[in-house]
């Protein structure tokens, strides 16, 4: 599609359609489409040259033959097209054979004369490749069987001096010269060739040669030798075979073991699996899943004891104190359980280039749209979104296959005006990159980076092309920054572009749809003149009136349009502020997504976060490593890790709502350990229940067939339609399903990507404009079914638990270098304020009717995935029962009353092993995880501080929301400081979610004064029963010490009235507390008088 860098604005509604910048009438220009030929002998697809032409092996009559076909036809045929008759003519990119023509053409002379990679640069490697590649044209077939080379063969003089005639080490007399052989060892691994020169200054290895052994296993005898070579072919195909339809049998689960036959490290690399499980080693996961049976028995324990034996004289505390255990221990064995698998995953990049980027061919990789999505520039500063699609842009994949769509829901012109000059910068960045393959690829961070130019040797051209560039950048960077500037102040008419037109997005919540083709589709090249790949602005249309959903709506719109635009059938999508840290990301997702044999039936790749910018200590747990290192790895050995809303790379067909490829069941096996009459009778059930089956099919095809009718109205003619898909719903279900665009409806059934060969780009252009237009989803499954799911402030939970529940398995890859890195809220206020946001979509799904307890069952969804889910979205209960566990030390410490009774020798016995159960259970999973401990133990602190303040918060806001209908709108959380590095830190914003951590803080502080306090006035007695109030008091305040140590750093920006709100109320606590005392019991009681009355 072709805008001449015009930008499009319209609405279908109101039906518009304008082209903003037009100095001439747009022409629409076709795009020419390759049709695919297929061979006539081994009815492969015939390839696409690198001048995007099909292959033609003959050019007298075109006779449509592959390029293997070809090259064997001359090597081993009678070297002529097998229709005309006419003699194959050498082709560039194929070698030399006995009777070519001579040539004078040297611009191929690598493959003419079939010259190895590293000898292509040293000219007497190309005069020797040449002498010898004429050598085995005069000496016919065969001098070449299979790499074995025998002395009769060559020159017996030369040969006689060259190679030694040696057996076992020792030289056989009883054997002539021409009775021993030789094995050239291959160059790179790939390839055996004939001795190559005999001035070589490789040292030629030879074989030790037995003389009691069939000279026939040594390469002599052809006839015999090619016969047991078509048969270990053959038995390697049979294995190749047997071990995908095991990997269907298993549901594409392959740990990778299964190659440790001998016959398939035969095999042609690149026929092999493209990744393979690491299982965690048994002498780790062993001891691990142990020690969690041990904890479940001694839970049963504790809680047997705790229950039998109650506190009389304190019997509330002693109920709440139960009640919030059993929910301690439920919400355990939730997060647990999903943890028993724990999985590495190990991918092969160089399989994955051998198998699709074939040299001299063009790539066969699969196309990736890329999504960025972004708001308010102001919150989400340009210059951070315009470092993660140059990232993008740059990335070490082929610049066709790649194209970037960045989504302004703010419709700004500030990020409209940042991406333009983002494309010019990209002009010179990409080719930059590409060269010198630095890494990572977002300027800002590598330019951060600190480089030794005299320790690491670096070229000085690369010193000079780096400084060069970094003045470059920082000339970009103040151009952008000038436009943050200017942007602060809004013109009272509105933004008006270059040309005066005004800007469409002048009313954010009224303006109609944009689009803009910045690069990518020879629009825009680089300083190269090379391709760039494609960059696409998208602001989608709002009204007043609409629903628009927020992310989930935008992306939508994104999947929509991508659709028309470039329909690449993968999908990844990052936030703004998360930017491509290896360049070789897509290759990770695409050895899982592309494996033939496990790839089928994977939806999504999902990456763990990592992020830059955070503290040493990680105060806060920002990188939250339990759950991406632990948790995670756990989940992938199930059904895959759940969906966290960035880094992950989709299956479009997923995202449809189609199910995942259903597993052919292998055939029946027979056994003769069981009588016969037996046999019969399981046989003749099975029939029976497969005769009722068939009739139930016969009967839904009969139904179906009446619904199914042609899609006339979809003008496109497409090829590679699913068919099964396409006779399951008729037109009308088609739009209800994705809405009343033919193009669009089109494109979905290609399950390969591509475009329709017959649409214009007028047409798509206009379909564009009206699939991002604001009422296309109405009376559609967009956001029930389709696409990112609607109802939660966290789409992306739902949209994750809703393709696992169509059947399909997601995948969970950690590079070496990690492939994406963000910025994250260091903040706490901000990070309180993240944690609500995610607390509050989970409350929302708990209520909705795509709960994981009650929805989805009977269908893909496996048993401790759906514990995973459910815990995910219960989470936020805890709450309640942490809020009040963590107030019940100070309660006894006020009271002198405490939750457990006297404790026994038994009792102390179950405390101790419960609480060195949990202190094994973590170190387990921290060294099979690799995470340390001191993430660990900030994960520990965090999840008091979080499960204290905005979790709380989040429940009440949600039931609020959903049962009273008051809506709550979510803050963008801050990515950049304002003040250099970890300004922020310290910095408490005003926010109500600071005070209930800080009351307990306070409340548990006073406890432990008056506790101590009491023991010192009532003596050396009241010592022992202090200590267990006291460790349960040190217990609430050493988790919340980060949030106390943020409170103490910097008194001087801290809100009065946090202080003043937290004292008032652990005051009027303790007072009333103190009052009322609801433990101590009020009746009178008489006491015997000393004096006597009498």
């Given at each position: 599609?072709e805008?001449k860098?015009?930008?499009?604005?319209?609405?279908?509604?109101?039906?518009?359609?304008?082209?903003?910048?037009?100095?001439?009438?747009?022409?629409?220009?076709?795009?020419?489409e390759?049709?695919?030929?297929?061979?006539?002998?081994?009815?492969?697809?015939?390839?696409?040259t690198?001048?995007?032409?099909?292959?033609?092996?003959?050019?007298?009559?075109?006779?449509?033959?592959?390029?293997?076909?070809?090259?064997?036809?001359?090597?081993?045929?009678?070297?002529?097209?097998?229709?005309?008759?006419?003699?194959?003519?050498?082709?560039?990119g194929?070698?030399?054979?006995?009777?070519?023509?001579?040539?004078?053409?040297?611009?191929?002379l690598?493959?003419?004369?079939?010259?190895?990679?590293?000898?292509?640069?040293?000219?007497?490697?190309?005069?020797?490749?040449?002498?010898?590649?004429?050598?085995?044209?005069?000496?016919?077939?065969?001098?070449?069987?299979?790499?074995?080379?025998?002395?009769?063969?060559?020159?017996?003089?030369?040969?006689?001096?060259?190679?030694?005639?040696?057996?076992?080490?020792?030289?056989d007399?009883?054997?002539?010269?021409?009775?021993?052989?030789?094995i050239?060892?291959?160059?790179?691994?790939?390839?055996?060739?004939?001795?190559?020169?005999f001035?070589?200054?490789m040292?030629?290895?030879?074989?030790?040669?037995?003389?009691?052994?069939?000279?026939?296993?040594?390469?002599?005898?052809?006839i015999?030798?090619?016969?047991?070579?078509?048969?270990?072919?053959?038995?390697?195909?049979?294995?190749?075979?047997?071990?995908?339809?095991?990997?269907?049998?298993?549901?594409?689960?392959?740990?990778?073991?299964?190659?440790?036959?001998?016959?398939?490290p035969?095999?042609?690399e690149?026929?092999?699996?493209?990744?393979?499980?690491l299982?965690?080693?048994?002498s780790?996961?062993?001891?691990?899943?142990?020690?969690?049976?041990?904890?479940?028995?001694?839970?049963?324990?504790?809680?047997?004891?705790?229950?039998?034996h109650?506190?009389?004289?304190?019997?509330?505390?002693?109920?709440?104190?139960?009640?919030?255990?059993?929910?301690?221990?439920?919400?355990w064995?939730?997060?647990?359980?999903?943890?028993?698998y724990?999985?590495?995953?190990?991918?092969?990049?160089?399989?994955?280039?051998?198998r699709?980027?074939k040299?001299?061919?063009?790539?066969?990789?699969?196309?990736?749209d890329?999504?960025?999505?972004?708001?308010?520039?102001?919150?989400?500063?340009?210059?951070?979104?315009?470092?993660?699609?140059?990232?993008?842009?740059?990335?070490?994949?082929?610049?066709?296959?790649?194209?970037?769509?960045?989504?302004?829901?703010?419709?700004?012109?500030?990020?409209f005006e940042?991406?333009?000059?983002?494309?010019?910068?990209?002009?010179?960045?990409?080719?930059?990159?590409?060269?010198?393959?630095?890494?990572?690829?977002?300027?800002?961070?590598?330019f951060?980076?600190?480089?030794?130019?005299?320790?690491?040797?670096?070229?000085?051209?690369?010193?000079?092309?780096?400084?060069?560039?970094?003045?470059?950048?920082?000339?970009?960077?103040?151009?952008?920054?000038?436009?943050?500037?200017?942007?602060?102040?809004?013109?009272?008419d509105?933004?008006?572009?270059?040309?005066?037109?005004?800007?469409?997005?002048?009313?954010?919540k009224?303006?109609?749809?944009?689009?803009?083709?910045f690069?990518?589709h020879?629009?825009?090249?680089?300083?190269?003149?090379?391709?760039?790949?494609?960059?696409?602005?998208?602001?989608?249309?709002?009204r007043?009136?609409?629903?628009?959903?927020?992310?989930?709506?935008?992306?939508n719109?994104?999947?929509?349009?991508?659709?028309?635009?470039?329909?690449a059938?993968?999908?990844?999508?990052?936030?703004?502020?998360?930017?491509?840290?290896?360049?070789?990301?897509?290759?990770?997702?695409?050895?899982?997504?592309m494996?033939?044999?496990?790839?089928?039936?994977?939806?999504?790749?999902?990456?763990?976060?990592?992020?830059?910018?955070?503290?040493?200590?990680?105060?806060?747990s920002?990188?939250?490593?339990?759950?991406?290192?632990?948790?995670?790895?756990?989940?992938?050995?199930?059904?895959?890790?759940?969906?966290?809303?960035?880094?992950?790379?989709?299956?479009r067909?997923?995202?449809?709502?189609?199910?995942?490829?259903?597993?052919k069941?292998?055939?029946?096996?027979?056994?003769?350990?069981?009588?016969?009459?037996?046999c019969c009778?399981?046989?003749?059930?099975?029939?029976?229940?497969?005769?009722?089956s068939?009739?139930?099919?016969?009967?839904?095809?009969?139904?179906?067939?009446?619904?199914?009718?042609?899609?006339?109205?979809?003008?496109?003619?497409?090829?590679?339609?699913?068919?099964?898909?396409?006779?399951?719903?008729?037109?009308?279900?088609?739009?209800?399903?994705?809405?009343?665009?033919?193009?669009?409806?089109?494109?979905?059934?290609?399950?390969?990507?591509?475009?329709?060969?017959?649409?214009?780009?007028a047409?798509?252009?206009?379909?564009?404009?009206?699939?991002?237009?604001?009422?296309?989803?109405?009376?559609?499954?967009?956001?029930?079914?389709?696409?990112?799911?609607?109802?939660?402030?966290?789409?992306?939970?739902?949209?994750?638990?809703?393709?696992?529940?169509?059947?399909?398995?997601?995948v969970?890859?950690?590079?070496?270098?990690?492939a994406?890195?963000?910025?994250?809220?260091?903040?706490?206020?901000?990070?309180?304020?993240?944690?609500?946001r995610?607390?509050?979509g989970?409350?929302?799904?708990?209520?909705?009717?795509?709960?994981?307890i009650?929805?989805?069952?009977?269908?893909?969804?496996?048993?401790?995935?759906?514990?995973?889910?459910?815990?995910?979205?219960?989470?936020?209960?805890?709450?309640?029962?942490?809020?009040?566990?963590?107030?019940?030390?100070?309660?006894?410490?006020?009271?002198?009353?405490?939750?457990?009774?006297?404790?026994?020798?038994?009792?102390?016995?179950?405390?101790?092993?419960?609480?060195?159960?949990?202190?094994?259970t973590?170190?387990?999973?921290?060294?099979?995880?690799?995470?340390?401990?001191?993430?660990?133990?900030?994960?520990?602190?965090?999840?008091?501080?979080?499960?204290?303040?905005?979790?709380?918060?989040?429940?009440?806001?949600?039931?609020?929301?959903?049962?009273?209908?008051?809506n709550?709108?979510?803050t963008?959380?801050?990515?950049?400081?304002?003040?250099?590095?970890?300004?922020?830190?310290?910095?408490?914003?005003?926010?109500?979610?600071l005070?209930?951590?800080?009351?307990?803080?306070?409340?548990?502080?006073?406890?432990?004064?008056?506790?101590?306090?009491?023991?010192?006035n009532?003596g050396y007695?009241?010592?022992?029963?202090?200590?267990?109030?006291?460790f349960?008091?040190?217990?609430?305040?050493?988790?919340?010490y980060?949030?106390?140590?943020?409170?103490?750093a910097?008194?001087?920006?801290?809100?009065?009235?946090?202080?003043?709100?937290?004292?008032?109320?652990?005051?009027?606590?303790?007072?009333?507390?103190?009052r009322?005392?609801?433990?101590?019991?009020?009746?009178?009681?008489?006491?015997?008088?000393?004096?006597?009355?009498?």
């Open positions: 599609m805008t860098g015009r930008l499009i604005a319209g609405s279908r509604n109101r039906n518009e359609f304008v082209l903003i910048n037009a100095d001439e009438i747009a022409r629409v220009t076709s795009v020419k390759l049709s695919g030929q297929i061979c006539q002998i081994c009815e492969d697809e015939i390839e696409v690198v001048d995007r032409e099909p292959f033609v092996a003959c050019n007298e009559c075109a006779f449509p033959v592959c390029r293997p076909c070809y090259e064997y036809e001359r090597r081993e045929g009678n070297q002529a097209c097998p229709q005309c008759k006419t003699r194959y003519k050498r082709i560039k194929s070698p030399r054979v006995e009777g070519d023509e001579e040539e004078e053409d040297t611009d191929d690598e493959n003419e004369f079939d010259i190895s990679a590293t000898a292509r640069s040293e000219p007497h490697h190309i005069a020797d490749a040449m002498l010898t590649a004429r050598l085995n044209i005069c000496l016919g077939s065969q001098a070449i069987v299979s790499g074995f080379v025998t002395t009769s063969e060559l020159d017996p003089i030369s040969a006689a001096h060259k190679i030694p005639l040696l057996t076992y080490h020792e030289e007399v009883g054997l002539s010269s021409d009775k021993h052989a030789l050239i060892p291959p160059f790179h691994g790939k390839r055996i060739h004939p001795m190559p020169f001035d070589s200054p040292t030629l290895q030879p074989r030790a040669l037995d003389p009691k052994k069939d000279l026939a296993v040594y390469g002599y005898g052809t015999a030798w090619k016969e047991r070579m078509e048969e270990r072919k053959k038995k390697q195909s049979e294995k190749l075979q047997v071990f995908k339809h095991q990997g269907e049998k298993d549901g594409g689960n392959n740990d990778g073991d299964e190659f440790d036959d001998p016959d398939l035969m095999m042609d690149g026929r092999q699996p493209l990744s393979r499980k299982p965690i080693p048994s780790k996961i062993n001891p691990y899943r142990l020690i969690i049976l041990l904890r479940l028995v001694i839970l049963g324990l504790f809680f047997h004891y705790r229950i039998l109650p506190v009389s004289d304190a019997y509330g505390l002693w109920l709440t104190s139960i009640i919030c255990e059993i929910w301690f221990a439920v919400s064995i939730f997060d647990q359980f999903p943890k028993w724990p999985i590495e995953r190990e991918t092969y990049l160089d399989r994955l280039s051998l699709y980027e040299e001299g061919k063009a790539s066969e990789l699969a196309a990736v890329i999504f960025v999505s972004t708001v308010d520039p102001l919150k989400e500063p340009p210059l951070i979104t315009a470092n993660t699609v140059l990232s993008i842009l740059a990335v070490d994949y082929p610049v066709d296959k790649v194209a970037c769509y960045v989504s302004d829901d703010g419709a700004a012109m500030l990020t940042a991406l333009s000059e983002t494309s010019e910068f990209a002009r010179k960045w990409v080719p930059f990159c590409k060269k010198f393959k630095i890494e990572p690829r977002a300027p800002e961070w590598y951060a980076q600190k480089v030794d130019y005299l320790k690491d040797k670096v070229d000085p051209a690369f010193v000079r092309e780096r400084r060069a560039m970094k003045r470059e950048y920082e000339e970009y960077k103040v151009r952008v920054n000038g436009l943050v500037a200017m942007a602060q102040k809004v013109p009272e509105g933004w008006t572009m270059q040309d005066g037109t005004p800007w469409p997005g002048n009313n954010v009224d303006h109609p749809g944009m689009i803009q083709v690069s990518g020879n629009v825009v090249h680089d300083i190269e003149g090379n391709e760039l790949p494609r960059l696409v602005y998208v602001s989608r249309e709002k007043a009136g609409f629903e628009h959903h927020k992310k989930a709506g935008a992306m719109a994104l999947v929509r349009v991508s659709a028309i635009i470039t329909n059938p993968y999908l990844l999508n990052v936030d703004c502020d998360h930017y491509i840290n290896n360049s070789k990301a897509l290759r990770e997702a695409m050895c899982f997504m494996d033939p044999i496990s790839g089928k039936k994977v939806c999504y790749v999902q990456f763990p976060q990592r992020f830059d910018g955070i503290d040493r200590h990680d105060r806060y920002n990188r939250n490593v339990v759950f991406f290192d632990i948790n995670m790895k756990g989940l992938d050995g199930i059904q895959g890790p759940i969906y966290v809303g960035t880094g992950c790379v989709f299956r067909q997923a995202l449809y709502g189609y199910d995942a490829p259903i597993k069941k292998p055939p029946g096996k027979t056994c003769n350990c069981l009588p016969k009459w037996l009778c399981c046989t003749s059930r099975k029939k029976n229940k497969k005769v009722k068939n009739g139930k099919k016969k009967k839904k095809n009969k139904e179906a067939s009446k619904q199914i009718h042609a899609l006339e109205n979809i003008e496109e003619s497409i090829e590679g339609i699913d068919n099964d898909k396409s006779e399951s719903m008729s037109q009308k279900k088609f739009e209800k399903k994705f809405g009343q665009s033919p193009v669009f409806i089109a494109s979905t059934l290609m399950e390969d990507g591509g475009l329709p060969k017959e649409a214009t780009s047409s798509l252009l206009k379909e564009a404009i009206h699939v991002i237009s604001c009422g296309y989803e109405d009376k559609t499954e967009w956001g029930k079914e389709v696409g990112w799911i609607y109802g939660s402030v966290t789409e992306d939970i739902l949209t994750g638990f809703k393709m696992h529940c169509h059947g399909w398995r997601s969970y890859c950690i590079p070496s270098r990690p994406f890195k963000g910025s994250a809220p260091i903040n706490l206020s901000d990070r309180l304020h993240q944690v609500l995610w607390a509050l989970s409350v929302e799904i708990l209520l909705s009717r795509h709960c994981p009650w929805y989805g069952y009977g269908c893909g969804l496996k048993p401790l995935e759906r514990f995973s889910y459910i815990n995910s979205v219960v989470y936020p209960l805890t709450s309640i029962p942490l809020v009040a566990y963590c107030t019940l030390p100070a309660i006894c410490l006020l009271t002198g009353k405490f939750i457990v009774p006297e404790i026994s020798n038994y009792a102390s016995l179950i405390f101790m092993a419960l609480f060195i159960s949990i202190a094994a973590s170190v387990l999973e921290m060294q099979w995880g690799g995470v340390g401990i001191h993430d660990w133990w900030r994960n520990e602190q965090f999840w008091v501080i979080g499960g204290t303040s905005s979790h709380l918060f989040a429940l009440f806001q949600g039931l609020l929301k959903v049962l009273a209908g008051v709550t709108n979510f963008v959380t801050s990515k950049a400081g304002d003040d250099g590095e970890f300004s922020d830190l310290f910095l408490f914003k005003w926010t109500s979610l005070i209930p951590p800080l009351t307990l803080l306070i409340i548990n502080i006073i406890g432990i004064i008056v506790g101590v306090a009491d023991a010192i009532n007695d009241s010592w022992g029963p202090l200590f267990g109030k006291l349960f008091a040190v217990w609430v305040i050493v988790h919340l980060p949030f106390l140590k943020g409170l103490m910097k008194q001087d920006r801290l809100p009065t009235i946090i202080v003043v709100w937290s004292i008032l109320i652990a005051s009027v606590l303790s007072l009333v507390w103190v009322i005392n609801p433990f101590v019991s009020r009746g009178i009681v008489l006491e015997v008088c000393g004096l006597n009355c009498d």
